[in-house]
Nanobody, 124 residues
Framework: QVQLVESGGGLVQAGGSLRLSCAASGRTLSSDAMGWFRQAPGKEREFVAAVNWSGGRTFYQESVKGRFTISRDNAKNTVYLQMNSLKPEDTAVYYC?????????????????WGQGTQVTVSS
């Protein structure tokens, strides 16, 4: 069973940047699609970005397109989320997750392994 550990969250001013990392252990992720989700207080968990096994296909929530970039390093068994031009509305706990499917998906129910999350707070 895979264990996912997110890191890189923190407090940043609006317009700033953060890079989240998701390190996996227990199994290789090199054949798995991976995703990032977020959950703000009082709101449901929502899709942010996803990447296929090779990193060649990516998908983004409309509100983060052009600002966030998902990538992966299969040699390091790690997935990243580079977040630029951060806005207060990006404040949330960010989770990485491993897809149950072999194809990239944006649906929360298709993801079966989750990390514990990392807090991102963007001040105005």
């Amino acid at each position: 069973q895979v264990q996912l550990v997110e890191s890189g969250g923190g407090l940043v001013q609006a317009g700033g940047s953060l890079r989240l990392s998701c390190a996996a252990s227990g199994r290789t992720l090199s054949s798995d699609a991976m995703g990032w989700f977020r959950q703000a207080p009082g709101k449901e968990r929502e899709f942010v970005a996803a990447v296929n096994w090779s990193g060649g296909r990516t998908f983004y929530q409309e509100s983060v397109k052009g600002r966030f970039t998902i990538s992966r390093d299969n040699a390091k068994n790690t997935v990243y989320l580079q977040m630029n031009s951060l806005k207060p509305e990006d404040t949330a706990v960010y989770y990485c997750a491993r897809s149950r499917l072999t194809v990239v998906t944006t649906t929360l129910a298709d993801f079966g392994s989750w990390g514990q999350g990392t807090q991102v707070t963007v001040s105005s």
